[in-house]
Each structure stands twice: as structure tokens, then as C-alpha cells.
């Protein structure tokens, strides 16, 4: 199949999905998973911000070594917050509920996913979740850190652990009916043609992170719905003060909680698989691998967790199984990255937004990947466990990886959402601003965290005062590359230019829809006879990758 | 079938979704997806289970002098009306397949009664529990479990309790806190699914279920029997491996 | 994929093994077995009628090959997460505490 070549100017948009109805009831009460896409859009943009909004007291307070913006229980508040809020409210629904929920019926060729409602439902869950937790920021706040280890949240801790810990329950429970809803479309409303190994390969990620989200989150729920009662009813499994067992909650915890990296990391990666091959405009390398590697991090990703137990009272002997299965995890990783590259090699690649992303994405990822072998081995571990290397590590994983995927994702398919262009001289603008303003936030910390800087003080010594300093001033200059994309897609949605279908000129089946898509995404249902991006012969394609005036203006 | 389904009109069904292609595809979506939230049902569960058996190996003699309180006659006799509300639910799915709707029904109702009855067989097992002050708690004011209110000397129920050897109060309130916590989950899933049987009653009585349209029905029929095989790991755990504590 | 109507006796049939395997390990737990057998044999009869409520009731014996990954797979994520979390507490005594 050949790229759709159409360079006219579109007629105004038809009947889509945005302007099918309106009203805010029928946003409300909407069926169509783009609409709950968009729900999902606002809402996490939200959090987003409120996370950001706690990053940015952090990097205050550590501007300086004393103690002087925050008191350290303030402090710890702070840290906390930004932890729940970014993780559970922000990073593990950001692709899969906007992009995922946008895109896995699209790219099947089904009207919506196998329960609209279910769909809905989520996203009700999610804002109970959020409303929950919110409530209990401003009542008073949660100090025990993302992780709520006991004995400290059971016994000790003066502060909502019980509130929070409810909304994180509630919140878990969008993220398994989003996924269960995810594996049952993949399986049963493909299109007719439209084999497995012809998905793109944006639905075998998404396909692995919901397996992680239904295996995964009710083990948690289950563990901090113990930990609350542990708290309430001085009854309980985990405090020693109770009779139980610490190194059980982190067990628990982790089980979860690891793989999570992975629901954060897996979409992102899909997304840049798409953006890798359609950038490059040829196929990815090793389709097959680069698919199965997806699920064998889904299944890796569930037998590492003890690394995050190595300084504990953890059996060396299981910290040695532990070390091992991590080494292993790097295994897909490293297939992934590999493939990309091979991807690129004589390829023509046109260097728009969406790509720069994708680009720092593989770098950062690097980066994040190979420092975690550090923390994967049992020995280094001990020198750098709870120092802000770790800090490093997994913001380059989190902000490097997942972000990046989101924040290219979002500028690739943002003509299919809105129906318009973003301007596309700020969006490489604002990608270059932000992959500089991370590297400069978080490159310090590793050398500080080395050097012994522990995480989670609102003090240091003075002699880390530079590190902080830098990554104070990196954190300034990330934040703002995070405005200038926030304004502009506002902007665009009105001023934007419209959109043509195919945009980007590709053979994906979302393509092959008007911009935005109406409700029922076909006019009829397709029928696939085509690869995953099977782009036209060499020659021609360098023609279409070159003669594209409207993005050769900057 | 295949042809049978070639030869209906595409949108021939008052119950297909408009989303959906044909009602094949939307049983089987409806059958995937609650196996899908029984493997969550399933992981949600494990981490009990896994708190269970760890803490059982750390603590036999514990584990056994507290099961042992536990009634094997009344557990005995809710695992008979568990099962007998399994299959009481496997003939509802079966009387809708076959389209007869009067034993559909009733099938229904008798399955929802025995789930009625296990749940008060089990309340009265917790009160069994309440009058011999064995609800785990430090907040419960003269909880004999408390280390406070044993130091004010308050005497402990110990005919009611026999601690075998090497057991102590701390533990055995640990084993009563992850038997109310197992079985009060179970018995929340139990009220979850009295509810949606009442819900398949109310419609199986308007006659919305038919050969062709049976998946609530059916997918109902698969969270029931879920609850079912919960319980019946749960009974021999809780109730019956503290017999032989001697042996691990 | 048509869908398999079991019949009203395979439904008996179970319904009677069940309550068999009910009695039998009520019977068991009073026997006083060697070793750890009460506990692997509570557990064995649990299991097989388990698998038999899946198999019949549920269906599973007449289903796809994808419902029979989907009960496999929990089966060995919860596998994971017991081996994993005990190979740490089976293996917490074999450093001897004097040494260190």
C-alpha cells in the first residue's frame, strides 16, 4: 500500500467526534473512547501540573543547603505528594488512557473498544481516586513517601496515609479495567485482515501493559487496603509492633510496584517504535522482536522486584536471584534499542517534533537503562541505595522515557485528535528546551548521589550545593519547555491549521480516517491487506519524505 | 454455525451493541473479559494467601491452637451449600441455553437463597467468634489479644483457647486477623454477587435471555463459581490444616 | 466458535464429586498422616476439585485455547509471586548468624 499522496487543502471538517454532539452532558456521559480519551487528557494534564507544582518546591528547597523554604516535615510532605501524584495520577494512565484509549480501536479498525462503558466507568474510578487523594493533600498531606513502607505509615506517621492510601485503591482499579478492556479488544474486534503480527507495534506494547495491569495492580490494592486496616484497627501482617513482618509489605509492594515502571515505560516505547519507523519511513528492524520483547519485559518485569529489597533483611541468596533476573530484564531493553537504531541506519528520516522526541528518548532511555544496572548489582547497591543516583535513575527512565513517549506521541497523533496542526517551529523549539533542561536537572544528581548525597533530606552539606544549584537551574529551564507545548496545543485546537487524514503521509490505518475521526472512527470496516508499515519502494518514498512544503518552512 | 451466521441480518438482535459485528463476537468478548477480571480476582486473593502461608510455616503451633477454635461442622456444612449453589448456578446457564425460562428462573432464585444462607451460616460463625472475644484488634476495648489489657490482668478465655506449645496470644490474634480478612473478603464477594443475581433475576423474569443472548447469564455464572473455588481452598486452610501441627 | 452445551448428568456427576471431595477432606484432617502429608493432602483434594469446577462448570474443557492461557497464566503469576517471596524466607537461615 501505497502512502496516500494528497496535498490539496481539506474541506472543513465533516461530522466527527467532536462536534457529533454537544454540551457538557454529552462529554459526561460520553460511550466514544476518543471523547474518553480527551476526558482522560484533561484530567491527567491536571495532575500533571499539581506534580510539577511539588517538583518545583523541591528544587527550591534544595537550592540552597539549610533548611530554608520547607521545614523537614513540610519536606517530606512535599516529596511524597510529588511521588503519588506523578506516578499513580500521572505516569501510569498518561499514554494508555489517552493515547491507548484514542488510538487501540483505531489502529484495529473497530468503532470503540469492547465495553464503552467499562471505558467510561474508568474514568470515573480515576477521578474518585483523584478527588480522594486530593482531599487528603489538603487536609493535611501524606509524609511516608510514595512507597508506604511500615512500620513508619502504620505506627507512626501523623499524617493521611489511610485517605491517600484509599484513593490509590480506588485509582487501581481504573488502571485494571483499563487494561482488562484493552486485552479483550485486541483479542476480539480486529478488523477483518488484520492479523496479529500485521498490528502496529504501538497495540503488542499496549498489549503487554495491560497484562501488567491486571496481574499486577490488585496486588497492590490488596496490600494497601491491609496496610490501612493495619493502621485504623491496630490489627495486622506487616508491623513488628503487631507481631508481622516489614519485609513482607515491601515484598508485596514491589511485586506491584516494579512492574509499574513498566506500565509507565512499555506505551512509551511503543509509541516511539511508531515514531522510529514512520519517521524513518521504513519498516522497523526485527518486527517480530521488537513485539515479543515488549511481552517478555511484561514477564520479566515480574521477577526483579527484590532488588528494591537488597538492603533489607532480604535472604542474600534471593538478593543474588533477584540480581540476576535484573540483569536479565535488560535483555528486551537492549533488542528494543538495537532495532531502533537499526532502524535508522539509511533510512530518511525527516527531523520533525514527534522524531527529536523519539530521539531523546532512546539516549535518555540508554542512560536511565544502563544506570540501573548499578542498582541491580547487589554490591554497588549498597554504596547507592536511597542516594539521588537512584533519583537519577529512575527520573531518566520516568521523565526520559516515559514522558518523552508521551509528549512525541501526543505531537504525532495531535492532528488526528484535534483536527489541527501544532506549530511545528515551537514544537522542536520547546522538545530541544526540554531535552536540555532534563539532562541539566538530572545529570547532577547522579554525580551527587555518588558521592554519597542521600535522597528524601530537605537539608544537605554544603560541599552537593553546586550539583543542586545546576539541577535547580535544569529543573527551571524543563519546566518552562513543558509551558511553551501546554499553550501552543491550546492555541492550535483553535488557531491551528486544519489537519488533512494523513498528515504525516503513513500506511497506519488511523491514517486512513478523516481528521478528527467521526464517532464511529470507519465509514465502513476496513479490511487489511497490508503490513505494518509497508511504506512505497525506496525511491519514492525519499520523493515523499522530501516534498513536503508544509514542513519545510523552518 | 459459521454459515448460520452469514445468512442472519447484521444488526438482527434487540441485545447487540452497536459496536460490535455480531452477537459471536460479543459473547465472546463478555467471556474473555470476566476471565480476564477473574485472573485480577485471582492475583487479588494470592496476596492473602501468600501472607497466609508465610506466616503458617513461620508460626504452626500458633496457626494450629487457633484453627482449631474454628467449627469444622459449620465450615463443613457452608462448603455443601456452596457447592450446591455452583451447580444450582451451572443449571440456570444451562436452562438459558436450552431457552426454557420457568427453570431458568428458578435456578436463579435457588442460587441466590443458598448464597443467602452461606452468608448467614458465616455471620453466625463471626458471632460465634465475638462472644468468645477472639475478633483480632488492639483498639477493641478488653481484647485479651491487647498486651494492655493482659497486663491490667484481666483474665484470658483460656477454655476457650487451648494454646498448644511453643504458640502465643500475639500470633493467634494474627491468625483470626487473616481469617476475618479472607473470609470477610470472600463473603464481600459473595454480597457482590447475591447483588447481580438479583439483577439476572429481575431480567430473566422480563424474558431478556434467550439461546442467542445469554452472556450476563453466563459470565455471572463464571464470577459464582470463582466465589465457590475461593472457599474451597479456603476451608481446608483455615479450618482444617491446624489439625497436625506436629508435622509442619 | 460455537459454543458447547453440557449436559444436565455431567452436571450431577460433579456436583456429587465435589461434595465426595468435601467429606473426604473433613475425613483426612482427623486422620493423623506422617509428615507433612494432612497438609498436602488437604491441598491435593482442594486442587482437584478446583479443577474440576473449572474444567465443568466453568467450561474451560469446551473453551478456547485462550481461556485455558488465561486460568494458566494466574496459575504461574501467582506461582511467581510465591516462589520468589518465600526463596527469600527459605534462604534467610542459611547464613549462619555467628559469623557475621
Redesign the interface.
Given at each position: 500500500m501505497r502512502p496516500i499522496e494528497s496535498f490539496e487543502v481539506p474541506a472543513p471538517p465533516r461530522v466527527n467526534y467532536i462536534n457529533a454532539q454537544y454540551g457538557l452532558k454529552s462529554w459526561l456521559l460520553t460511550k466514544d473512547h476518543k471523547r474518553i480519551a480527551l476526558l482522560y487528557l484533561g484530567s491527567i494534564t491536571f495532575f500533571f501540573f499539581i506534580g510539577g507544582l511539588y517538583a518545583l518546591m523541591i528544587r527550591l528547597e534544595l537550592l540552597t543547603p539549610q533548611g530554608d523554604l520547607l521545614q523537614s516535615t513540610t519536606y517530606n510532605k512535599v516529596f511524597t505528594q510529588h511521588g503519588i501524584i506523578m506516578i499513580f495520577f500521572f505516569l501510569i494512565p498518561s499514554i494508555p488512557a489517552t493515547l491507548g484509549n484514542f488510538l487501540i480501536p483505531m489502529m484495529i479498525g473497530?468503532?470503540?473498544l469492547?465495553?464503552?462503558r467499562?471505558n467510561l466507568l474508568s474514568w470515573y474510578i480515576y477521578l474518585l481516586g483523584g478527588v480522594i487523594t486530593i482531599y487528603a493533600l489538603l487536609a493535611g498531606g501524606v509524609d511516608t513517601g510514595w512507597t508506604f513502607y511500615t512500620p513508619f505509615s502504620t505506627t507512626f506517621s501523623n499524617s493521611y496515609v489511610v485517605a491517600t492510601g484509599l484513593g490509590i485503591f480506588i485509582n487501581g482499579f481504573s488502571s485494571?479495567l483499563t487494561g482488562?478492556?484493552f486485552?479483550?479488544?485486541i483479542?476480539?474486534?480486529r478488523a477483518p485482515g488484520m492479523t496479529w503480527f500485521r498490528m502496529p507495534l504501538f497495540l503488542w506494547s499496549h498489549y503487554a501493559t495491560s497484562l501488567i495491569m491486571?496481574?499486577?495492580?490488585?496486588?497492590v490494592?490488596?496490600?494497601i487496603l491491609?496496610l490501612a486496616?493495619e493502621r485504623?484497627?491496630?490489627?495486622?501482617?506487616f508491623d513488628p509492633a503487631?507481631?508481622?513482618?516489614p519485609?513482607?509489605f515491601q515484598?508485596?509492594f514491589w511485586?506491584y510496584s516494579h512492574p509499574a515502571v513498566y506500565i509507565m515505560v512499555l506505551p512509551s516505547m511503543g509509541v516511539i517504535s511508531e515514531l522510529i519507523a514512520n519517521f524513518s519511513r521504513k519498516n522497523i528492524f526485527g518486527y517480530s522482536f521488537v513485539a515479543f520483547s515488549s511481552l517478555a519485559i511484561a514477564v520479566f518485569g515480574?521477577?526483579v522486584?527484590?532488588h528494591h529489597?537488597f538492603v533489607t533483611?532480604?535472604?542474600?541468596?534471593?538478593g543474588m536471584?533477584?540480581s540476576f533476573l535484573s540483569f536479565a530484564v535488560a535483555i528486551p531493553s537492549a533488542i528494543k534499542v538495537f532495532n531502533w537504531t537499526a532502524t535508522l541506519y539509511r533510512s530518511s528520516i525527516s527531523y520533525d517534533t514527534p522524531m527529536l522526541y523519539a530521539l531523546g528518548f532512546i539516549g535518555l532511555f540508554t542512560v536511565g537503562g544502563m544506570t540501573g544496572l548499578f542498582l541491580a548489582s547487589l554490591a554497588t547497591d549498597v554504596h547507592l541505595s536511597d542516594t539521588y543516583f537512584v533519583v537519577a535513575h529512575f527520573h531518566y527512565i520516568m521523565v526520559g522515557g516515559a514522558l518523552m513517549g508521551y509528549l512525541g506521541g501526543l505531537h504525532y497523533w495531535w492532528p488526528k485528535i484535534a483536527g489541527r496542526m501544532y506549530p511545528e517551529g515551537w514544537g522542536r523549539f520547546s522538545a530541544l528546551i526540554i531535552f536540555v533542561g532534563f539532562n541539566l536537572t538530572f545529570l547532577p544528581q547522579f554525580i551527587a548521589g555518588y558521592l554519597g548525597m542521600p535522597r528524601r533530606y530537605h537539608a544537605y552539606p554544603p560541599e552537593f550545593q553546586v550539583f543542586n544549584v545546576l539541577s535547580t537551574a535544569g529543573a527551571s529551564i524543563l519546566g518552562f519547555g513543558m509551558l511553551i507545548p501546554a499553550i501552543y496545543f491550546v492555541w492550535s485546537m483553535r488557531y491551528g491549521k486544519h489537519a488533512e487524514s494523513n498528515p504525516w503521509h503513513l500506511p497506519g490505518l488511523e491514517w486512513r480516517t478523516q481528521s478528527p475521526p467521526p464517532t464511529?472512527n470507519f465509514e465502513v470496516?476496513p479490511i487489511v491487506t497490508w503490513e505494518a508499515y509497508e511504506f512505497a519502494p525506496r525511491e519514492e518514498t525519499e520523493v515523499v519524505g522530501k516534498f513536503r512544503p508544509e514542513l519545510e518552512r523552518i | 454455525m459459521a454459515i448460520e451466521a452469514t445468512t442472519q441480518p447484521v444488526h438482527g438482535h434487540r441485545s447487540l451493541q452497536h459496536h460490535f459485528e455480531n452477537m459471536e463476537q460479543q459473547r465472546e468478548a463478555g467471556t474473555l473479559g470476566m476471565w480476564i477480571f477473574l485472573v485480577t480476582e485471582i492475583m487479588f486473593f494470592g496476596g492473602m494467601f501468600l501472607a497466609y502461608a508465610l506466616y503458617r510455616s513461620l508460626y504452626p503451633a500458633a496457626f494450629a491452637s487457633a484453627s482449631n477454635h474454628l467449627d469444622i461442622t459449620l465450615g463443613a456444612v457452608n462448603t455443601g451449600v456452596l457447592i450446591l449453589s455452583s451447580f444450582t448456578m451451572a443449571m440456570a446457564v444451562y436452562f438459558t441455553q436450552v431457552g426454557k425460562q420457568r427453570p431458568q428462573v428458578l435456578c436463579l432464585v435457588l442460587t441466590l437463597f443458598l448464597g443467602l444462607a452461606f452468608l448467614g451460616i458465616k455471620a453466625v460463625e463471626y458471632h460465634d467468634k465475638y462472644e468468645d472475644h477472639l475478633i483480632p484488634g488492639r483498639l477493641i476495648p478488653g481484647n485479651p489479644f491487647n498486651p494492655a489489657v493482659q497486663e491490667e490482668g484481666q483474665p484470658i478465655d483460656h477454655h476457650k483457647l487451648h494454646l498448644l506449645p511453643g504458640a502465643t496470644l500475639e500470633k493467634v490474634e494474627m491468625f483470626y486477623w487473616i481469617y476475618f480478612a479472607m473470609t470477610g473478603m470472600h463473603a464481600l464477594h459473595m454480597v457482590i454477587g447475591a447483588g447481580l443475581l438479583t439483577f439476572l433475576i429481575i431480567f430473566s423474569l422480563k424474558g431478556r435471555f434467550d439461546p442467542e443472548y445469554h452472556s450476563p447469564v453466563e459470565v455471572v455464572g463464571l464470577y459464582w463459581h470463582f466465589v465457590d473455588i475461593v472457599w474451597i481452598f479456603l476451608f481446608p486452610l483455615l479450618y482444617l490444616l491446624g489439625r497436625h501441627f506436629e508435622h509442619g | 466458535m460455537s459454543e458447547h452445551i453440557v449436559s444436565v448428568r455431567v452436571y450431577i456427576t460433579i456436583f456429587l464429586v465435589l461434595l465426595v471431595g468435601t467429606a473426604l477432606t473433613v475425613l483426612a484432617a482427623f486422620i493423623d498422616f506422617p509428615w507433612r502429608l494432612n497438609t498436602i493432602v488437604a491441598l491435593t483434594i482442594a486442587v482437584v476439585k478446583a479443577t474440576f469446577v473449572v474444567l465443568y462448570f466453568m467450561h474451560v474443557r469446551y473453551s478456547s485455547r485462550l481461556v485455558w492461557v488465561i486460568v494458566a497464566s494466574a496459575l504461574f503469576w501467582m506461582g511467581i509471586l510465591f516462589a520468589l517471596t518465600f526463596s527469600d524466607y527459605l534462604t534467610r537461615d542459611w547464613i549462619s548468624t555467628q559469623t557475621g
Open positions: 473497530a468503532k470503540d469492547a465495553f464503552p467499562i485494571i482488562l478492556n486485552i479483550v479488544t483479542h476480539t474486534m491486571i496481574l499486577g495492580t490488585p496486588v490494592a490488596i496490600t491491609l486496616f485504623v484497627a491496630r490489627v495486622g501482617i503487631l507481631g508481622g513482618d519485609v513482607l515484598h508485596l511485586f515480574f521477577l522486584w527484590g529489597l533483611s532480604q535472604s542474600v541468596y534471593a536471584i533477584f464511529e470496516t | - | -
